[in-house]
């Protein structure tokens, strides 16, 4: 073989190493933006099937926001009877008011509207809003006192948070210094 003939070889080789090369780079790349996209596909998909979880759990909110209304309305029927029940011979309305109230409690709790049990409980701003703060009661600081409107949670979202009067440390009185 001449020396030209092996330039030629050395040349064909090394222009089919970097041809070579040149596929196996187009091939990795074309392979990691393949499982790119196949990534981004799944990461779609799984953010697709979140937002119709959501949509299902969560889309009688506003209805269920509107409906509180009914509920308030029904329980202060209620506590109103209960101050006047002594002769006032309209027993039997106020027991239809009471289970239409348990009913439509159950209802709501069916679709996961769930009261919060806020009464006696640490102040969370969380779920109450506080409306006032009170040192006359013997619930220590920072609990709730009383409440005023109840909250409510759709599944584990705030629906409505509960309204609140919050107790506060006693103050000494001005009397209670003298002797």
């Known amino acids: 073989m ?5 330039d030629k070889d050395a040349g064909a080789s090394v222009a089919g190493e970097a041809q070579h090369n040149d596929t196996a780079s187009e091939i990795a790349s074309l392979r990691e933006r393949l499982m790119r996209a196949l990534a981004e596909t799944e990461n779609t998909r ?3 099937e979140r937002r119709a979880q959501d949509a299902g759990q969560y889309a009688i909110t506003n ?3 509107e409906l509180l209304q009914v509920v308030d309305n029904l329980r202060r029927a209620i506590e109103a009877d209960a101050a006047d029940r002594e002769g006032s011979g309209i027993d039997g309305l106020i027991e239809g008011v009471t289970a ?27 779920k109450h809003e506080a409306v006032m703060a009170t040192d006359e ?19 584990d979202r705030l629906l409505r ?7 506060k440390p006693r103050q000494p009185s001005p009397q209670a210094d003298q002797p």
Do not use: C, W
């Open 100 to 126: 239409t109230d348990r009913i439509l409690t159950q209802i709501l709790n069916r679709f996961g509207v769930e009261e919060i049990k806020a009464l006696h409980q640490p102040f969370d701003p969380k």
């Open 46 to 48: 799984r953010q697709g």
């Open 161 to 167: 948070p509960a309204r609140v009067v919050v107790a």
């Open 63 to 65: 209805f269920a926001r």
């Open 137 to 155: 009661t013997d619930q220590p600081p920072g609990s709730v006192a009383q409440v005023l409107e109840t909250g409510y949670t759709l599944h």
């Open 2 to 6: 001449t020396t030209n003939t092996m």
